[in-house]
């Protein structure tokens, strides 16, 4: 179990290589599931320490700043020191795309407001239906609805219902689990309660909808009854226990305030 494991210990006590390796492996087997603040906190050092090295990718081919956007529902700007704000802002200034400008504005990075202020005004949607996820206009107000901005919320929650089923089950769920809002948490209830299916990736594989919404709350709320599982391999006795405890549950918890 993740949980168990110090990471201050295997941070302080092993050579940097070493450590980073040590930390991927953990990150890749269950970052999620641990309630060890520490340890998220310190595994969010060593990926930004990874992508200030100019790494696409670390020791088991992951990339860094994915893995610490993966990191986004648990932490909060305070868990980013000035050494961390100082590199994300610096990466945000050599390419202005929208997974930067995400992980600085989940790190506080105050020279980026302005940038944030002015796309999250653009629309959101390309002419395109469901090819919208990825702009910086998404990306913009992601931070803005992350932080609580009412506008920028029902902004993201609009241009996600009115993309293509596939986009909002594959794409989208990942993104909004980056916002801590009880509205995010209600659109994707939505997806949790449906009996529906995607379509067949072939003639014997139609995954529900329902485990994509389970793998995205389950990263975002404290309590949660299932733990997050990156295959997705949710059971229907699992889908079921969530179903009955957001029916029950009237104020969730997250474990990050977005702030």
Known sequence: MVGTVALSSVVWMQRPSEARREISDLLVGGRFNSADHVEQTSLATVLTDQIAQKGEKNELGNNPKRNLLDLSPTLTSKDFSPRMKAALEYEYEIERGEENMLLAGMAGVRSIERDIVRYARERIENPQAGMFYGTLPWAANLVRARR??????????????????????????????????????RYMAGFVFSGDRLEPIDSNFAPPHAVYAAAALSRMLIGCPV????DYSYTLEEIDLLRNWLETTKTFEFKSDGQ
Request: no cysteine; glycine share 2%.
């Open 148 to 185: 609580g901005n009412a506008e920028s919320l029902q902004k993201i929650l609009e241009a996600a219902r009115k993309a293509d089923v596939h986009t909002q089950i594959v794409f989208l769920l990942q993104d909004l689990a980056y916002v801590p809002q009880p509205e995010v948490v």
């Open 227 to 230: 733990p997050y599982k990156e």
